[in-house]
């Protein structure tokens, strides 16, 4: 079996256009679920995994395609890895709404009464080649950094505003889409997703000095 097209199990397009990049060399058409007419999963499991997997099967069956979906969030070292799973809904828990101010503004005050202000995003990604597929493959990112209470930066989404990255001395929002695809959580996974499947003969074996 070689991958040609691939439902996206997710309608965010910030992922889809960064997936998207890392794929295309691989000759991956990357279908965002909505152009399919497929809603969204539930997602109501602890673990990122478990979503990621949820959401995978959710769209290869509706689908009849293989799947990819990931699961992600920024987990906060001094909330105990919170928002973590709820990272997309954070607010909703304090009657806010669900988009990325509302989120951003509850992350910086649950983090008020705290002087250790580090953080990791997380992603993990599963990829199903049928919706009962009985081995996913799956792939996992980190990306450490610390939460910084005033947005700086236009680009990215969620939390990129606040994520700086001490070692550069700027947030994820600052950086240029390429940069942040190179060396990002879900970059990470994605490299480690795309060396499996050439491993698997999912997708044809790079050229040596490609």
């Known amino acids: 079996m070689t991958l040609a097209r691939v439902v996206l199990a997710s309608n965010n397009l910030g992922k889809l256009n960064e997936m998207g990049s890392l794929l295309e060399p691989l000759g991956i058409e990357l279908i965002p679920q909505r152009f399919l007419g497929i809603g969204e999963a539930e997602e109501p499991h602890p673990t990122f995994l ?28 001094a909330l105990g890895g919170a928002p973590g799973v709820r990272s997309a809904r954070f ?27 580090s953080a990791w995003y997380y992603c993990v990604l599963v990829l199903v080649r049928s919706a009962d597929d009985p081995q996913p493959i799956v792939a ?14 236009t680009g990215g989404f969620g939390y990129d505003p606040h994520f700086l990255l001490p070692a550069l001395g700027r947030t994820v929002a600052e950086l ?5 695809n190179a060396i990002s959580h ?15 003969g999912l997708v044809p074996r790079p050229a040596p000095d490609a």
């Open 176 to 180: 240029s889409r390429a940069e942040k």
């Open 50 to 77: 478990e979503n990621a997997l949820a959401k995978a099967r959710h769209a290869s069956a509706a689908s009849g395609l293989p799947a990819l979906a990931d699961d992600s969030g920024i987990c906060a070292t």
């Open 186 to 200: 879900r970059a990470q996974a994605m490299r480690a997703l795309c060396a499996k499947l050439v491993e698997q």
């Open 140 to 153: 996992d990112g980190v990306w450490r950094g610390e939460v910084i209470d005033t947005p700086r930066g």
């Open 91 to 117: 607010a909703e828990t304090a009657g806010g709404a669900r988009s990325d101010a509302d989120n951003n503004a509850c992350l910086v005050r649950a983090l008020q009464a705290f002087d250790d202000r």
